[in-house]
Every structure is written in structure tokens, then in C-alpha cells.
């Protein structure tokens, strides 16, 4: 069963940092786009940003909106993508989500796991 796995969450006070983990033990991410998108109860899915598989030099690319607290990165040898987060804030409360988009960012969420909570709170 091909399967993406998304870890690293948990409880963090307003202003702290967190670092999220995907990966898969079925197949290698980094021929594939990998983006983060979170869900928070009574909201849209929102897009975090993504990341170009290798072919594509692992650029990455951001909405406007999420610019300049949130970095992401790939770990080839460790089969792992991360989605750095700082400054987190309580409206930064959420399921993280991170998905294949195919072989290019911008392409619709193929594969996803079954996230990782982020709940910040003092």
C-alpha cells in the first residue's frame, strides 16, 4: 500500500518553533512535489507550500500568505521532507498534511496522510 506519513506535531506555546516530518517507506518523495496544506476544524484546507521534486532543483514555492515563518526542505538520504515552522501563533492551530503533487508544485493533492496536530496554546 503506497502510504505518506506525516509526524512531529504537538503542543507548543505561542512564539515557539516546530519542525513536521513526512515521509514514506514506499516509494522515494523526491521524484515527486511535496506540499503542505492544513485543515482546521470549521475551515478550508489552506496550502503552506511545496516543494519541486530533485529533476526540478527542490525549489520552493510559497502563497503569498505564508511567506516568512515557514521553510520547507528535503532530506533525500532520509526520504523526508520538512516543514519548518516559527513564531507559531494560536491561529497556526491544525491538522499538517503533507501530499504528492505530482512531478510539478501546483498540481492537485494526489496522496496524503493522515496528518499531524499542531496545536499552539499558552
Known amino acids: 500500500q503506497v502510504q505518506i506519513m506525516e509526524s512531529g506535531g504537538g503542543l507548543v506555546q505561542p512564539g515557539e518553533s516546530l519542525r513536521l516530518s513526512c515521509t514514506s517507506s514506499s516509494f522515494f518523495l523526491g521524484d515527486y512535489a511535496i506540499g503542505w496544506f492544513r485543515q482546521a476544524p470549521g475551515k478550508e484546507r489552506e496550502a503552506l507550500g511545496c516543494i519541486e521534486n530533485n529533476l526540478g532543483g527542490g525549489q520552493t514555492r510559497f502563497p503569498d500568505s505564508m511567506k516568512g515563518r515557514f521553510t520547507i526542505s528535503r532530506d533525500n538520504h532520509k526520504n523526508t521532507v520538512y516543514l519548518q515552522m516559527n513564531s507559531l501563533k494560536p491561529e497556526d492551530t491544525a491538522v499538517y498534511h503533507c501530499?504528492?503533487?505530482?512531478?510539478?508544485?501546483?498540481?492537485?493533492?494526489?496522496?496524503w496522510g493522515q496528518g499531524t496536530q499542531v496545536t499552539v496554546a499558552s
Open positions: 501530499a504528492t503533487e505530482g512531478y510539478m508544485c501546483g498540481g492537485p493533492y494526489d496522496l
